[in-house]
């Protein structure tokens, strides 16, 4: 079974702290992948990555960053957190398009 | 710009009854439409996959159907369980640039 694996569940996080989100898959997976998702909203694409240290902005990269140095850790990146970034993140695996992997999410709290 | 609309955003039901969720689409420039399903702390699996020439896929108690021309996909859950509760998602991947676009969701609560 494959499996992704968030470094937290719940976070909180101040405002302008520089916060870190890492994602683990177990299944050697070529891309990986950060949502957002917000009551109301679909999922939104922040970020893609589809080798070791390659990456794509999604539809709201905005305010995010992410790095990639091993195949199986996918990191998302908030340089100054802000409350409009209190969300849900979601981190994703897939290695055939669009059968995607998700974790369990992290559901992120900036005050 | 494609547009994925779930309604009702939630949903309560006595168990043991059939219920539908719908899914729409402004553009029927579809490769395929998935059904998710989201439970807290679990993630989200995905349920049923619908190629854009198919009008319908069964799982179970599950059963989607696929109407590309009208913009349209509904999710038939039969006989309904408290373990049915979850939110639920439908998500299209575009003809165009394989770009996965999702609704919002339906969160649904079976009450026993």
């Known amino acids: 079974d494959v499996k992704v694996t968030q470094s937290s569940r719940y976070l909180v996080k101040r405002t302008g702290e520089k916060v870190f989100l890492e994602c683990v898959q177990d299944?050697?997976?070529?891309?990986m992948f950060w949502y957002r998702q917000d009551p109301g909203l679909g999922l939104r694409l922040i970020y893609f990555?589809?080798?070791?240290?390659?990456?794509e902005k999604g539809d709201i990269p905005e305010g995010y960053s992410v790095s990639r140095e091993k195949k199986e850790r996918f990191s998302l990146i908030l340089e100054s957190a802000s409350t409009n970034q209190t969300s849900m993140y979601l981190c994703a695996s897939s290695q055939f398009w669009p059968e995607q992997y998700f974790g369990p999410g992290t559901r992120l709290t900036v005050t | 710009k494609q547009e994925v609309t779930q309604i009702p955003a939630a949903l309560s039901v006595p168990e043991g009854e059939n219920l539908v969720l719908n899914c729409s689409f402004t553009d029927s420039a579809i490769y395929n439409l998935q059904w998710f399903r989201q439970d807290p702390g679990k993630g989200l699996t995905s349920l049923l996959l619908?190629?854009?020439s198919q009008r319908e896929q069964t799982s179970g108690r599950l059963n989607a159907s696929l109407d590309k021309s009208s913009g349209r996909s509904t999710l038939y859950i039969a006989a309904s369980q408290p373990g049915d509760s979850a939110t639920y998602l439908c998500?299209?991947?575009?003809?165009?640039?394989?770009?996965?676009?999702w609704g919002a969701g339906t969160k649904l609560i079976i009450k026993p």
């Open positions: 990555s589809y080798d070791v240290k390659m990456k």
């Open positions: 619908i190629q854009s």
């Open positions: 299944m050697d997976h070529e891309n």
């Open positions: 998500a299209v991947l575009m003809d165009s640039n394989y770009q996965l676009i």
